[in-house]
């Protein structure tokens, strides 16, 4: 009995080692990421296709690798230059508040890792995002390529401009805080359109709703509290 004992947590070991490690950590993270899922549902999160999307993209992948252990809890993380990756429940709630469709065309600003813009392309045609800081702006656009991110182009350039080039868009979301609403995206946003940006100063942010009515008529309701990093102009000064 003892000897068949020994021998069934042989083959079992065996058979354990022998699996793939990258298949264990895929389904760690797969797990890890329903387990994100269940928070942002329990903190009020309700489009069925922001949980999903937020349920597929791999916060992990666009983290520094010494966090990765907490890609998944919802909080910011540092990814350096001063900047950071908003928690998920921020991002889900200002996609969510975007109120996208698979036509979308998006304009992000403030690219960061490019995790909002990996959320937003699993939603929309097309997503357009600026970064300001060079060292995060290229990195992101290998991340993006190499994870398979198709419908999301990235530039590196001073966001508070828009990208006229590509105007008038759908949706447009601010990941850094403002002290006003930059008029050149109030002018790029589609009649119809919904913009998300948090707007004060380092100490006090609200995250604003903008709705641009069909005759192009802005209405504007704040949401919530925030913090986010502030929007830098060229020599990175808070704009």
Excluded at 41 to 63: Q, T
Excluded at 200 to 224: A, C, M
Aim: net charge positive; charged share 25%; hydrophobic share 40%.
């Amino acid at each position: 009995m003892r000897v068949k004992t020994i021998l069934s947590i042989l083959a079992l070991s065996l058979s354990f080692t022998s699996f793939p490690l990258f298949a264990l950590d895929d389904e760690v993270h797969r797990l890890r990421r329903a387990q994100m899922v269940d928070v942002l549902k329990r903190e009020g999160i309700k489009d069925k296709n922001v949980l999903e999307a937020m349920g597929e993209v791999p916060r992990h992948e666009f983290v520094p690798k010494n966090l990765t252990r907490y890609a998944y809890e919802n909080r910011p993380l540092p990814i350096g230059y001063g900047q950071t990756i908003s928690q998920p429940y921020i991002v889900a709630l200002m996609t969510e508040l975007l109120k996208v469709n698979k036509d979308s065309v998006v304009l992000e600003v403030g690219t960061g890792s490019g995790y909002q813009a990996a959320v937003l392309s699993k939603l929309v045609k097309k997503v357009y995002t600026i970064e300001i800081i060079k060292e995060l702006g290229e990195p992101a656009k290998k991340r993006l390529r190499r994870l398979g991110y198709k419908n999301i182009e990235v530039r590196i350039g001073d966001g508070y401009y828009g990208w006229k080039e590509h105007a008038p868009f759908d949706a447009i979301i601010v990941t850094c805080a403002a002290r006003h609403v930059p008029p050149p995206l109030i002018k790029q946003l589609k009649p119809g359109g919904r913009m998300c940006i948090p707007v004060g100063s380092f100490l006090y942010q609200n995250l604003i709703l903008i709705e641009k009515t069909k005759k192009g008529k802005l209405k504007q309701r704040s949401v919530i509290p925030v913090m986010f990093v502030p929007l830098l102009g060229p020599n990175r000064k808070p704009r």
